[in-house]
């Protein structure tokens, strides 16, 4: 695939590639894309909310909708109410019903190299038996099922089982922590469990029974615990008196019928929590109609998922990523969707690309940061695999930088794949802003325009639309069906989190910030959904994300609330005071750097900063784990008091400082820089 280096015509191919700041999709794949005709953006404007029915044809519906959104209660939308569905039935049943139940929809292969297949018809047979087992703990509709388990089988099982009885489920990340894991099962309220023994990383087997017993302790009702076995006699598990092991339960519901549960095109999928400004994580609340819709249509025409291709997500299904393109929406366009247990450099770093080669994958979507990963690693591990079985490559998460972006197109996509950049979020449910690959240019660096259908803007303070290249929020300006409908249990923080009430559209007065409860809301015209990222847009409409405007930062992809890292840091002993900001980082996009304040007569040690670190993963994970802790006798605070994080970024960055002249204490700011070390 790649010429030997240092030979003339590999360097003048670099130098055009390094210059080249525009892509064209190949011809190749225009010819088979899924969607090709550009009218489809005029399409969806024009016929818009009824464009989004193309999106709910993707499905089968127990019973037709009767509108397609209902906005009388905005911003409380509603899609295709009075449809009725069930989401296992969508993903499975009716693939079977289409005669392809011996088609792989799931093949899995766990670090150690094991692999398993489930056809379409396996799966439903095993959703049936477990979904069965669940009603018979006494799991009801709308009961929410937390389900803690890494990549194996039964995550995806364990998920369209709740589906199939309508009980929500709640996937928490199996890098979490036991406290993460008590915390969102407090706040659900949720009485079932379903975790597993363990997993392997690194080839080691990881005890996760253990941590889920811990974070069981921590949650203040009753909960039924399924526990799956996955290290068999690797590693031998105590049940305890409550809990249920997962392969007795299904063998002896082997062969059971569950009729799917009919659903509300309303009624809730699933929840999934994540990170916001304050410390408590948000349970983002979507839907079986809207959400499903969504999933599907945008795997159809972003990722080109077709029935016959075996296609690759390689991130974990504890995130929203997970959840929208590894299962649902792969599942419900009946294709085959791989699964990998492990890290991408064991045994060793071509770990990926030999699963590529050896399962002819068709489409592979993955984050930037594992791409810089990739880079640093060197080309020769691609270079040793053959890739020609890819047709479409995507990335997730975070900005991509164009050098990135650019070895992805040349060593992993071999020139011949366009690559689709989707900017979205746990709460849009779906990709939002993307090239269509049958379609556009695409620009490194660039996610692209808005998808068809979906008005994403750049404004100002006031909400005016920016000017190409400058700087502003990112809003979308209509409703769409993927979107979360509320936080669980909390329609204030909804309203307050998302929206920006423009009761008159043309006032300049209009501020991005000003909070409003549910009380004002009868005198709003216009609602605004507010993503807290910056962007620029350009003279064709493509946006490019710079990064969010709140307190959140986005290390290796995963999104994290500087304030829930600082209150596991003060919990610690001996801290007074913490405040915690992201830095640049080569691999990881940004990494996190605290700055921490101890207690009077408290002694700044090694021992104190790994306690700090410990407190984090205890808190919340390994993922969250500080790259410094810097102790200071204080924090550079304006007159007013307020923690300057601009500063601190700007240290932990190795950037040139900001103004330090309204601070009340200039001279901490040098003490603290001369601390850190940057890269
Ligand atoms: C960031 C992940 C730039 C963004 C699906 C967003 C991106 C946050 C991109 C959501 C992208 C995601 N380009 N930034 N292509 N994709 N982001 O909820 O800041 O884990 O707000 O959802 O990731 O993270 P979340």
């Given at each position: 695939?790649?010429?030997?280096?240092?030979d003339?015509?590999?360097?003048?191919?670099?130098?055009?590639?390094?210059?080249?700041?525009?892509?064209?999709?190949?011809?190749?794949?225009?010819?088979?894309?899924?969607?090709?005709?550009?009218?489809?953006?005029?399409?969806?404007?024009?016929?818009?909310?009824e464009?989004?029915?193309?999106?709910?044809?993707?499905?089968?519906?127990?019973?037709?909708?009767?509108?397609?959104?209902?906005?009388?209660?905005?911003?409380?939308?509603?899609?295709?109410?009075?449809?009725?569905?069930?989401a296992?039935?969508?993903?499975?049943?009716?693939?079977?019903?289409?005669?392809r139940?011996?088609?792989?929809?799931i093949?899995?292969?766990?670090?150690?190299?094991?692999?398993?297949?489930?056809?379409?018809?396996?799966?439903?047979n095993?959703v049936?038996?477990?979904?069965?087992?669940?009603?018979?703990?006494?799991v009801?509709?709308?009961?929410?099922?937390?389900?803690?388990?890494?990549?194996?089988?039964?995550?995806?099982?364990?998920?369209?089982?709740?589906?199939?009885i309508?009980?929500?489920?709640?996937?928490?990340?199996?890098?979490?922590?036991a406290d993460?894991?008590?915390?969102?099962?407090?706040?659900?309220?949720?009485?079932?469990?379903?975790?597993?023994?363990?997993?392997?990383?690194?080839?080691?087997?990881?005890?996760?029974?253990?941590?889920?017993?811990?974070?069981?302790?921590?949650?203040?009702?009753?909960?039924?615990?399924?526990?799956?076995?996955?290290?068999?006699?690797?590693?031998?598990?105590?049940?305890?008196?409550?809990?249920?092991?997962?392969?007795?339960?299904?063998?002896?519901?082997?062969?059971?019928?569950?009729?799917?549960?009919?659903?509300?095109?309303?009624?809730?999928?699933?929840?999934?929590?994540?990170?916001?400004?304050?410390?408590?994580?948000?349970?983002?609340?979507?839907?079986?109609?809207?959400?499903?819709?969504?999933?599907?249509?945008?795997?159809?025409?972003?990722?080109?998922?077709?029935?016959?291709?075996?296609?690759?997500?390689?991130?974990?299904?504890?995130?929203?990523?997970?959840?929208?393109?590894?299962?649902?929406?792969?599942?419900?366009?009946?294709?085959?969707?791989?699964?990998?247990?492990?890290?991408?450099?064991?045994?060793?770093?071509?770990?990926?690309?030999?699963?590529?080669?050896?399962?002819?994958?068709?489409?592979?979507?993955?984050?930037?940061t594992?791409i810089?990963?990739?880079?640093?690693?060197?080309?020769?591990?691609?270079?040793?695999?053959?890739?020609?079985?890819?047709?479409?490559?995507?990335?997730?998460?975070?900005?991509?930088?164009?050098?990135?972006?650019?070895?992805?197109?040349?060593?992993?996509?071999?020139?011949?794949?366009?690559?689709?950049?989707?900017?979205?979020?746990?709460?849009?449910?779906?990709?939002m802003?993307?090239?269509?690959?049958?379609?556009?240019?695409?620009?490194?660096?660039s996610?692209?325009?808005?998808?068809?259908?979906?008005?994403?803007?750049?404004?100002?303070?006031?909400?005016?639309?920016?000017?190409?290249?400058?700087?502003?929020?990112?809003?979308?300006?209509?409703?769409?069906?993927?979107?979360?409908?509320?936080?669980?249990?909390?329609?204030?923080?909804?309203?307050?989190?998302?929206?920006?009430?423009?009761?008159?559209?043309?006032?300049?007065?209009?501020?991005?910030?000003?909070?409003?409860?549910?009380?004002?809301?009868?005198?709003?015209?216009?609602?605004?959904?507010?993503?807290?990222?910056?962007?620029?847009?350009?003279?064709?409409?493509?946006?490019?994300?710079?990064?969010?405007?709140?307190?959140?930062?986005?290390?290796?992809?995963?999104?994290?609330?500087?304030?829930?890292?600082?209150?596991?840091?003060?919990?610690?002993?001996g801290?007074?005071?913490a405040?915690?900001?992201?830095?640049?980082?080569?691999?990881?996009?940004?990494?996190?750097?605290?700055?921490?304040?101890?207690?009077?007569?408290?002694?700044?040690t090694?021992?104190?900063?790994?306690?700090?670190?410990?407190g984090?993963?205890?808190?919340?994970?390994?993922?969250?784990?500080?790259?410094?802790?810097?102790?200071?006798?204080?924090?550079?605070?304006?007159?007013?008091?307020?923690?300057?994080?601009?500063?601190?970024?700007?240290?932990?960055?190795?950037?040139?400082?900001?103004?330090?002249?309204?601070?009340?204490?200039?001279?901490v700011?040098?003490?603290?820089?001369?601390?850190?070390?940057?890269?």
């Amino acid at each position: 695939m790649s010429d030997e280096s240092g030979d003339g015509t590999e360097v003048e191919l670099e130098a055009r590639l390094e210059e080249q700041d525009r892509f064209e999709p190949p011809e190749s794949f225009v010819e088979g894309a899924n969607v090709t005709d550009e009218a489809i953006y005029e399409e969806f404007e024009e016929n818009w909310p009824e464009c989004w029915e193309r999106a709910a044809d993707l499905l089968s519906w127990d019973e037709a909708h009767d509108t397609v959104l209902e906005d009388g209660d905005a911003p409380f939308y509603e899609w295709f109410t009075g449809g009725e569905l069930n989401a296992s039935y969508n993903c499975l049943d009716r693939h079977v019903e289409d005669g392809r139940k011996n088609q792989a929809a799931i093949k899995w292969e766990g670090e150690l190299g094991e692999t398993r297949t489930y056809t379409y018809g396996d799966l439903l047979n095993e959703v049936e038996a477990f979904a069965a087992a669940l009603r018979e703990l006494g799991v009801e509709e709308d009961d929410v099922v937390t389900l803690y388990m890494p990549m194996i089988p039964e995550l995806p099982i364990a998920m369209l089982a709740c589906a199939r009885i309508g009980a929500p489920h709640s996937v928490v990340f199996a890098g979490f922590s036991a406290d993460a894991l008590a915390t969102r099962m407090n706040s659900a309220d949720s009485e079932y469990l379903v975790t597993c023994d363990g997993y392997y990383r690194r080839g080691d087997a990881l005890n996760h029974k253990e941590k889920a017993d811990k974070g069981l302790r921590g949650v203040d009702h009753d909960v039924q615990t399924v526990v799956v076995d996955r290290l068999g006699d690797e590693l031998t598990h105590f049940l305890g008196n409550d809990a249920h092991d997962y392969d007795d339960l299904v063998d002896a519901h082997e062969g059971a019928t569950v009729e799917p549960v009919s659903r509300d095109a309303e009624d809730m999928l699933f929840l999934m929590y994540t990170s916001g400004t304050t410390g408590e994580p948000k349970g983002v609340k979507h839907t079986t109609g809207g959400y499903l819709s969504y999933a599907a249509w945008t795997s159809h025409a972003v990722l080109d998922v077709k029935p016959e291709d075996t296609y690759w997500c390689a991130a974990d299904i504890g995130w929203i990523t997970g959840h929208s393109y590894i299962v649902y929406g792969p599942l419900a366009l009946g294709t085959t969707t791989m699964m990998y247990e492990g890290t991408p450099d064991y045994p060793e770093r071509d770990r990926l690309w030999e699963l590529i080669e050896k399962n002819r994958v068709d489409i592979f979507y993955t984050a930037p940061t594992a791409i810089r990963s990739f880079m640093k690693w060197g080309e020769e591990y691609p270079a040793g695999h053959d890739l020609s079985s890819l047709r479409l490559l995507g990335t997730v998460g975070e900005p991509i930088n164009p050098r990135a972006w650019k070895w992805y197109y040349k060593h992993i996509g071999g020139e011949e794949c366009p690559i689709v950049d989707t900017w979205w979020q746990t709460e849009t449910g779906g990709m939002m802003i993307t090239t269509l690959p049958g379609i556009n240019t695409m620009k490194p660096g660039s996610a692209g325009p808005p998808l068809p259908g979906i008005d994403a803007q750049v404004v100002d303070v006031e909400g005016t639309p920016v000017d190409p290249g400058d700087a502003g929020y990112l809003t979308v300006q209509n409703p769409w069906p993927g979107m979360l409908r509320t936080l669980y249990d909390n329609d204030d923080r909804f309203l307050t989190e998302y929206w920006q009430e423009y009761s008159d559209p043309d006032a300049v007065n209009r501020q991005l910030t000003t909070p409003h409860s549910t009380e004002s809301r009868e005198d709003a015209d216009e609602w605004v959904y507010f993503p807290e990222d910056g962007a620029t847009i350009d003279e064709d409409g493509f946006v490019t994300v710079l990064g969010r405007v709140d307190d959140v930062i986005n290390v290796s992809g995963h999104r994290l609330g500087t304030m829930e890292i600082e209150s596991a840091i003060v919990g610690v002993p001996g801290v007074a005071e913490a405040a915690v900001v992201g830095g640049d980082h080569e691999v990881k996009g940004q990494a996190v750097y605290a700055y921490v304040i101890l207690e009077d007569g408290q002694e700044p040690t090694d021992d104190l900063r790994e306690r700090i670190v410990d407190g984090v993963e205890d808190g919340i994970g390994p993922i969250a784990r500080p790259e410094q802790v810097v102790f200071t006798p204080e924090l550079p605070k304006t007159r007013s008091g307020k923690i300057m994080r601009r500063l601190l970024e700007d240290i932990a960055s190795g950037d040139e400082l900001g103004d330090t002249s309204t601070l009340r204490n200039p001279g901490v700011v040098d003490d603290i820089a001369e601390q850190v070390e940057t890269d």
